[in-house]
């Protein structure tokens, strides 16, 4: 049995339980606890990755809708959720199939559209992604002005 309680302290409890592990008392850790973390693991590297998506997308819909708007920040700030995307899929390649997965990027647009509505206050923007998944990770590439 653990000393220290999940609910109580998770960080003195992940501590205990990777010394436990690390020490081969594998009859002391909790096991559900540790499979539940684990898992969370996974989702957070899924937030992670459609969190980045949606900002490069809402700025890309934005960059479209608002020509006159356009900037240095805005170049940037694409640039860089590129640059960190390419990355975090090199890092965790099995995220590479959510780009393919349509029911997903329809979620990250939905968050992208959110956030373009919020910074810019119009409502008109598409409900499926208008470019494809290669444009959208593209360096070079930027979206024609409507």
């Given at each position: 049995?653990?000393?220290?309680?999940?609910?109580?302290?998770?960080?003195?409890?992940?501590?205990?339980?990777?010394?436990?592990?690390?020490?081969?008392?594998?009859?002391?850790?909790?096991?559900?606890?540790?499979?539940?973390?684990?898992?969370?693991?996974?989702?957070?590297?899924?937030?992670?990755?459609?969190?980045?998506?949606?900002?490069?997308?809402?700025?890309?819909?934005?960059?479209?809708?608002?020509?006159?708007?356009?900037?240095?920040?805005?170049?940037?700030?694409?640039?860089?959720?590129?640059?960190?995307?390419?990355?975090?899929?090199?890092?965790?390649?099995?995220?590479?199939?959510?780009?393919?997965?349509?029911?997903?990027?329809?979620?990250?647009?939905?968050?992208?559209?959110?956030?373009?509505i919020k910074d810019t206050g119009i409502e008109n923007f598409p409900?499926?992604?208008?470019?494809?998944?290669?444009?959208?990770?593209?360096?070079?590439?930027?979206?024609?002005?409507?």
């Amino acid at each position: 049995m653990t000393t220290v309680s999940y609910e109580a302290d998770i960080v003195a409890w992940a501590n205990e339980q990777a010394w436990l592990v690390r020490n081969k008392k594998f009859d002391l850790i909790d096991i559900e606890h540790i499979a539940e973390e684990i898992e969370d693991v996974g989702k957070s590297e899924q937030r992670e990755l459609a969190g980045r998506m949606a900002v490069l997308m809402a700025h890309l819909l934005k960059w479209q809708l608002q020509p006159e708007r356009q900037g240095a920040s805005w170049k940037r700030t694409i640039k860089e959720q590129r640059k960190a995307l390419e990355f975090h899929i090199k890092q965790v390649s099995s995220l590479k199939s959510k780009l393919s997965d349509s029911q997903w990027l329809g979620a990250v647009l939905a968050d992208a559209v959110t956030i373009a509505i919020k910074d810019t206050g119009i409502e008109n923007f598409p409900e499926t992604c208008p470019w494809t998944i290669e444009n959208v990770l593209s360096h070079n590439w930027l979206p024609a002005n409507k």
